[in-house]
């Protein structure tokens, strides 16, 4: 069948093609963990209510003996907690739970004496046995779109590279059921095998921490906390899982697929970052024939998370990837530069003088609908600074751009966005920017405003995408894969700034404290208003283009007790979160003020880390 194509495609169109399918697949793997983690999440606020509420009912100053939590329940307790089992056993036939444990139930409905401390293991064990029968059935669902979509867009790309097309072959549901129950590594589990004995050692862990608790005397509140951080763990796990055994069929479709098509070569391509592993490192441009393809030795997963994928190779080329550097800036890479020396030249500062800088022009910007409001002349002007912005910014705006809307371009209030419903603003002053009032110095750049109500606008969609809710914000729902409370919990941007924003102010006061004592003055006579004044005054000896972002952050986390150039003011942070703003700033300021960037860098440094984070992941 190939033999007869005239259209050819050098390495880099393969490449670039397949590292988008793979992102597309990635993006995919993130809001199934998402919804996954809703699940544990769900199920660790019913436990801790659950575990209160027994404490509450048989223990004395929230302690008990374990003697006392083997005393049998009393035939009035005994007939609340049978009602309860029948109630479990109804859902567990509903959903299909395992036959075993619906026999464990009956079995437990039909005894006439049981005891406290088994009451309450039967109410946790069956909290979790929902959990993981929900988290089953998203993954098997995941894994059946994972191979189904990966299996045709691969052969879409193949034949659009191509120029030609042909009819192909449905995917029989029977298959797809016997290829997602297919155990493919050396233990002989099963991505539901994984799962289901991760219920098993979570249960056990959380009977163990039950029972130890009691033996010695401690209250609710210790056995919560470590059966929280228990529940971090396997929520953790659940994310490896999703993202390796996704990995695994989406190769598996995409073999499928080439084998379909008569492709006999293919090409390994890592991703190009700090976090790519050894394995991934050494193999990256290695090409093996269709033949000698082996999961984990000859083709990806190569290791739990790994993100390397494969495209076709059909001939010698001397085509080039694009790679980005820390600058911002973006090369062409020849097709045969291997990892190890990108990583020299882009993440060890070695000489890029004999790269070619990439070509701005072929990166095409969606605007969607908005060019029917804007009109050509502020869509060409918006369009000009997207392509000047940083590659990730591009991408994030071109994946949201049919999305995006415009309730009103020409609003004479103040320029807002209602979440998905769109931007209010006046395009024709916006265009300008904005002069500040005292001063008449520019002190937001022409179309920055538009920038930053946008920014509000992707952030609801995102949220919109995790959420399914048309009026929430992502600065308050993701939580950071990177910065972790201790129970396992990820940090929002919200809940970064705030952290941030006190560790800074408490810093300036403690200098305040320990110079008033040098001086001979009590520590007490410095006020939290001095600590205020400072942290005006130091972001007012900026140049206005670079802070005025960062004063309307500090005017959230301060309820404007810091206000310096600008800010919302104090009734508004009532209604509206820090990190709903902040989201937005740091989005415009990415997009065309690298001055604003780093000053938002340089007094919330792990907060814009998250933002980053929320770009690559979502975006």
């Known amino acids: 069948m190939m033999e007869n194509l005239i259209i050819k495609r050098n390495g880099e169109y393969w490449n670039r093609r397949f590292t988008a399918v793979e992102q597309l697949a990635h993006n995919e793997n993130v809001r199934t963990i998402t ?21 509450g009912r048989f223990a004395e100053n929230n302690q008990i003996t374990l003697a006392d939590a083997r005393r049998w329940l009393n035939s009035r307790e005994l007939a609340e907690l049978k009602w309860d089992v029948n109630e479990y056993i109804k ?16 079995n437990a409905s039909a005894r006439f004496h049981i005891s406290r401390l088994e009451a309450l293991k039967i109410q946790t064990d069956h909290t979790m046995m929902k959990m993981f029968s929900g988290y089953d059935d998203a993954a098997t669902k995941h894994m059946k779109r994972a191979y189904s979509e990966s299996y045709y867009r691969t052969c879409y790309e193949i034949q659009r590279g191509l120029g030609v097309g042909w009819d192909m072959a449905a995917i029989n549901e029977n298959a797809l059921n016997k290829v997602i129950s297919r155990p493919w590594t050396t233990d002989g589990n099963t991505f539901s095998d994984r799962i289901w004995n991760g219920k098993k050692a979570l249960i056990d862990r959380v009977h163990t921490e039950l029972t130890q608790n009691m033996i010695l005397g401690r209250g609710p509140d210790r056995a919560i906390k470590n059966i929280a951080a228990d529940m971090g763990v396997s929520r953790r796990q659940a994310g490896r899982l999703v993202m390796t055994e996704s990995a695994y069929f989406h190769e598996s479709a995409d073999f499928a ?16 970052d700090r976090k790519t592993s050894q394995i991934c490192q050494d193999m990256d441009g290695e090409k093996f024939p269709m033949s000698q393809y082996q999961v984990s030795v000859t083709a990806p997963p190569f290791h739990p998370w790994c993100r390397t994928t494969k495209a076709p190779y059909f001939e010698d080329d001397d085509g080039e990837r694009v790679a980005r550097s820390a600058d911002g800036k973006t090369y062409k890479i020849p097709s045969n530069m291997k990892y190890k020396e990108w990583k020299s030249v882009f993440v060890d500062g070695g000489d890029k ?27 060409a ?44 603003m006046d395009i024709d002053k916006v265009a300008q920017g904005n002069k500040s009032y005292s001063t008449g110095e520019l002190e937001k750049k022409p179309y920055y405003t538009a920038y930053h109500e946008f920014g509000h606008n992707i952030s609801s969609l995102m949220a919109q995408d995790v959420t399914g809710l048309n009026f929430s914000d992502i600065a308050d729902i993701y939580e950071s894969k990177t910065f972790i409370f201790e ?33 001979g003055l ?5 006020r939290k208003a001095d600590v205020y004044q400072i942290l005006k005054a130091e972001i007012k000896s ?15 986390i301060t309820k404007s007790k810091a206000r310096a150039h600008y800010g919302h003011g104090a009734s508004y942070w009532n209604k509206i979160s820090v990190g709903t703003e902040a989201f937005a700033e740091m989005f415009s300021a990415t997009v065309m003020n690298p001055e604003s960037v780093a000053q938002i860098k340089h007094y919330f440094p792990d907060s814009y880390k998250i933002f980053e984070e929320i770009i690559e992941t979502l975006g």
């Not at 996954?36 to 509420?53: G, V």
């Not at 859902?91 to 009956?106: D, F, R, S, T």
């Not at 670079?546 to 309307?552: E, Q």
């Open 35 to 55: 919804g996954i983690e809703r699940h544990f999440i769900n199920a660790q606020r019913e436990l801790d209510q659950q575990i209160n509420a027994w404490y």
């Open 91 to 106: 859902h567990a036939q509903e959903v299909g739970l395992h036959p075993g444990y619906i026999k464990h139930l009956e």
């Open 257 to 272: 697929a080439l084998k379909s098509l008569d492709v006999e070569w293919y090409e390994i391509i890592a991703t190009l």
């Open 353 to 379: 003088t004999h790269l070619k800088k990439a070509d701005k022009a072929d990166i095409i910007i969606k605007m969607g609908v908005l060019g029917a409001s804007l009109g050509d002349t502020h869509t």
């Open 381 to 424: 002007a918006m369009t000009g600074i997207l392509e000047n912005a940083p590659p990730e910014m591009q991408a994030v705006w071109n994946k949201y751009a049919d999305r995006l809307r415009i309730e009103n371009a020409h609003y004479k209030g103040g320029a807002h966005c209602m979440y998905t419903k769109g931007v209010s």
């Open 487 to 519: 129970g396992g919990k990820g940090y929002t941007l919200t809940d970064m700034l705030h952290k941030e924003g006190s560790e800074y102010i408490n810093g300036i006061w403690n200098r305040l404290k320990s110079e008033a004592k040098a001086n």
């Open 522 to 526: 009590k520590a007490s006579s410095v």
């Open 542 to 556: 900026k140049p206005i283009m670079s802070c005025t972002d960062i004063s309307d952050i500090w005017d959230g």
